[in-house]
Antibody, heavy 122, light 107 residues
């Protein structure tokens, strides 16, 4: 059974660094073709893809967040991480992590976490 | 970036009704289009990958079609649990992008 769960600080101040953890079970990021992605959703808005990391440590980022994002993984502990530097009023959202499965040679977010809310406030 | 546009943004419908949600890409994405459902509690469930392939445990009343720039998600006969938000997403090129969503609501 595949499960993912996000964790984070809940609230942080403007200009701080947001650190998020995705703890998963039921699969390994050492397995060929596997990946984990991060997606966020601002209140009342749609979904925004942020970053992906793959089994071979390949990484992709959303260029709209420029150089603020860093994605990483700890395969020994079945975790993936996302850091967002210099948070501001555009960053409060629910942050989701999702497994990327490989289907018919293409990739798809096939399992999602429940999401974690992040608030930015001084 | 490839822009994904969904229509309508809101769709009132009744139980048992057949509904179709559209998704248009700003560039040719071939068949690299996925669909997701988000329930009111925020839970996101994958529905369809690569245009028309149902994810496991997704009821057969859901179907997807299209290619190139125009795609659709059809629910053949609405059940109570189908009233939710629906999002399309392309994975042909980075950055992966989502449509703005369609809210399927009870009439």
């Amino acid at each position: 059974q595949v499960t993912l769960k996000e964790s984070g600080p809940g609230i942080l101040q403007p200009s701080q660094t947001l650190s998020l953890t995705c703890t998963f079970s039921g699969f390994s990021l050492n397995t060929y073709g596997m990946g984990v992605g991060w997606i966020r959703q601002s209140s009342g808005k749609g979904l925004e893809w942020l970053a992906n990391i793959w089994w071979d440590d390949d990484k992709y980022y959303n260029p709209s967040l420029r150089n603020r994002l860093t994605i990483s993984k700890d395969t020994s502990n079945n975790q993936a991480f996302l850091k967002i530097t210099t948070v501001d009023t555009a960053d409060p959202a629910t942050y989701y992590c999702a497994r990327i499965g490989r289907y018919s040679g293409r990739y798809f977010f096939d399992y999602w976490g429940q999401g974690v809310m992040v608030t930015v406030s001084s | 970036d490839i822009q994904m546009t969904q229509s309508p943004s809101s769709l009132p419908a009744s139980l048992g009704e057949r509904v179709t949600i559209s998704c248009r890409a700003s560039h040719d994405i071939f068949n690299n289009l996925n669909w997701y459902q988000q329930t009111p509690d925020g839970t996101i469930k994958p529905l369809i990958y690569y245009t028309s392939n149902l994810q496991s445990d997704v009821p057969s009343r859901f179907s997807g079609s299209g290619s190139g720039t125009d795609f659709s998600l059809t629910i053949s006969s609405l059940e109570p649990e189908d009233f939710a938000m629906y999002y399309c997403q392309q994975d042909v090129t980075f950055p992966w992008t989502f449509g703005g969503g369609t809210k399927l609501e009870m009439k």
